[in-house]
């Protein structure tokens, strides 16, 4: 049996689009989005825009789980993950099987807003209020109505050409 480094179903770099190859070139944190259901999914377009109200807005895949327990409670909550995350980013992102759901095999707290990763403290409770499709996915805009921060977050987990990376990874 070979165990390989790289995926050898991965379409070559040559033929890959140039947009897709420059997107992944631009570091992104890697978040986990929840709704009441529950439901998630790994996100990693994301941005946080202050001001009265503080707002988000994300580009979801509108077939994901997420997408109709968004719609259904109007609210959801978003949680940055840490580099000890990497296994639950990938069964959210449905690329690691994930027997009795995704939500099994990690400690969770409930919150108004949708379950959070119980060893995260800093996440943001979203209420929605809008959606359109735009590209592949469908922008999602939000109002920030709580955030809580945490003291002792693990460094952030980071998605760059593909893979995932820490602060220090090399």
Known sequence: MTIHGTDPFATPENARSPVRRL???LPAAVTLWTAPGPAGLTVS????VDGEPARLLGLVDEESALWP???????FAVAPLGTPHRQVADRFAGLLPAPGGPF???QWRETGYGPVLADLGTWAGCRLVDARPLGFGLLVEATIAHVEIGAADPDPLLHYRGRYHGLTDR
């Open 23 to 25: 997107r992944g070139r």
């Open 45 to 48: 377009s994301v941005l946080v």
């Open 69 to 75: 327990a968004v719609q259904a409670a109007g609210v």
């Open 104 to 106: 099994r095999g990690a």
